[in-house]
């Protein structure tokens, strides 16, 4: 069975509202992480749906318009994310009921709930129409399949803060077990309530809003204190390897390894036994050595614990060749997306094996592990054909998956 | 503001593709491009406009723009 294929990759971030924007950023090594209001976030800002679609080749253009139009803002930019990717992989002429659609997370309609609460709460009369539809995580599903005319299979994905990589995984088997020719991964924005950012809070999981917020968020550096949100949609396009030549386009990356387990554990508390099992699981069915593993996007939320379990990991899976593969974390530039972080990561992988460069460390001055090989505080050129994306979520939700480089003409 | 001009509001606001001078008297919302659901927003869209409730059972076999005027006029 062949490796599924990334034909397209898309996004809307703090960085950049599409992946070459992201991608500067990236390189450039800049952070999205903004304090307003006494709160540290990486937020998407004045972003507009319908500039982001304003450069969508028709029928695209007005099917995205007229689905995700009035539609929530989560549900508005994953649409943008998909559309774009959909373009870069070439506006796949696959049959519909050829085209699947797996969006990663869950409690993704709590802050569309948590405001329609506030404005009708005491006029529930004027509650909108939609809410129905709206207050449905699946109205993701609904809407891209709309705009896509999808028909295969889809469904939402919940992994916590390992969504992202979960959404990979089943679209990835989708394509491998011949289910559909093309699916659509989609990493959807969490928009924090009060209420949530509170219960973070509670549990000591966030950076505190002191200081100077470029520094607050800090992967594997001694000094670090906690994760910031980020706010993100990311899309994948996978395809099989027969659909993908038959249409004659551009292969950016494969997929050949993913792997997902549980710890048996309901709690924040990461082991670095669990990780290791998935990690190690992903290398092997990709079939790469310890010795062949160039790059790892790490989980690294900046997390006391969550960065210390994920290192101890990577020593277990790696042995003496920790020392080998680059490691960074992008949750350093974007904040931690949550439901969506893993397929951020993807993209950001993506980016990173197809131009031959190592985004920057941010904010590790003092490293807490002088054996792992960290990308630094300027990005890097380097030649990557094999990494790794990790992504734990709490109760005990571990997932690795592994990315190929296609470096196309040698 | 009348009740036809919330109404139309309401639909534009829907429907934003629609061209606003076909928003005329004896047209159906299914003619202006609405779905049910969109229908059903523009009544409460409107509702919230005017500032009256309508029972929402009372709009279930109205679909033409002129009944649902004349059933929220009959409220106002």
């Known amino acids: 069975m062949s490796a599924p294929a990334v034909v397209g990759t898309g996004i809307v971030c703090s960085l950049g509202a599409d992946v070459p924007a992201f ?92 405001d329609l609460h506030e404005s009708y709460a005491h006029r ?97 550096d001694a000094d670090r204190r906690g994760f910031v949100p980020g706010e993100a949609a990311a899309a994948l396009v996978l395809e099989s390897a027969a659909s993908a030549a038959r249409r004659g386009v551009p292969v950016r990356a494969l997929v050949p390894g993913v792997a997902l387990g549980l710890d048996g554990n309901r709690l924040a508390d990461p082991s670095a036994a669990g990780e290791a099992r998935v990690m190690r699981a992903a290398l092997r069915a990709a079939g790469v050595e310890p010795g062949e593993l160039d790059y790892v996007n790490a989980h690294g939320t900046a997390s006391r614990l969550g960065d210390e379990t994920e290192l101890a990991a990577l020593h277990a899976v790696l042995g003496d060749a920790v020392a080998r593969p680059w490691v960074n974390s992008t949750k350093g530039l974007t904040g931690h997306c949550l439901a969506s972080a ?24 003092n490293p807490v592990d002088d054996r792992v090989r960290f990308a630094g505080a300027t990005a890097r050129p380097a030649r990557l054909d094999r990494a790794l994306s990790n992504g ?19 | 503001m009348t009740v036809f001009e919330a109404v139309k509001e309401s639909l534009l606001e829907v429907v934003p593709e629609t061209d606003p001078a076909a928003v005329v008297p004896g047209r159906t919302l299914r003619e202006l491009g609405c779905t049910s659901i969109d229908r059903a927003e523009v009544v409460t869209l ?10 929402i059972s009372e709009f279930q076999d109205v679909n033409d723009l002129d009944a649902i005027v004349a059933l929220l006029a009959e409220h106002r």
Request: with cysteine.
């Open chain 1, 124 to 220: 529930l009369d004027y509650l909108p129409a939609r809410f129905a539809l709206h207050a449905l995580d699946t109205d993701h599903v609904g809407t891209i399949s709309e705009v896509l005319s999808a028909t295969g299979e889809g469904y939402t994905v919940g992994g916590a803060s390992a969504s992202g990589n979960v959404a990979i995984v089943h679209g990835a088997r989708l394509v491998a077990a011949g289910v559909v020719d093309c699916c659509v991964v989609v990493g959807a924005l969490t928009e924090l309530t009060p209420l949530h950012r509170r219960g973070f809070t509670a549990l000591g999981a966030l950076a505190a809003p002191d200081g100077d917020p470029a520094g607050a968020c800090r992967p594997f």
């Open chain 1, 23 to 114: 991608t500067a950023a990236l390189r450039d090594g800049r952070s999205g992480i903004t304090r307003a209001d006494g709160v540290l976030c990486a937020p998407l800002g004045d972003w507009s749906f319908r500039a982001a679609v304003d450069d969508v080749p028709e029928p695209l253009r007005t099917r995205a318009l007229r689905a995700a139009g009035r539609s929530p803002r989560p549900v508005a930019a994953a649409v943008a994310a998909v559309v774009e990717a959909w373009v870069a992989a070439g506006l796949p002429d696959v049959p519909g009921d050829r085209v699947g659609v797996v969006v990663a997370g869950h409690n993704l309609t709590d802050r569309y709930a948590h």
């Open chain 2, 46 to 55: 409107a509702m919230e406009r005017l500032g009256v409730v309508v029972p």
């Open chain 1, 342 to 365: 893993g397929v951020v990561e993807a993209v950001a992988t993506v980016a990173q094996l197809a131009g031959g460069f190592v985004h920057p460390s941010a904010n590790l001055a």
């Open chain 1, 392 to 410: 734990f979520g709490f109760g005990g939700i571990n997932s690795a998956v592994v990315f190929a480089a296609v470096h196309n003409g040698g």
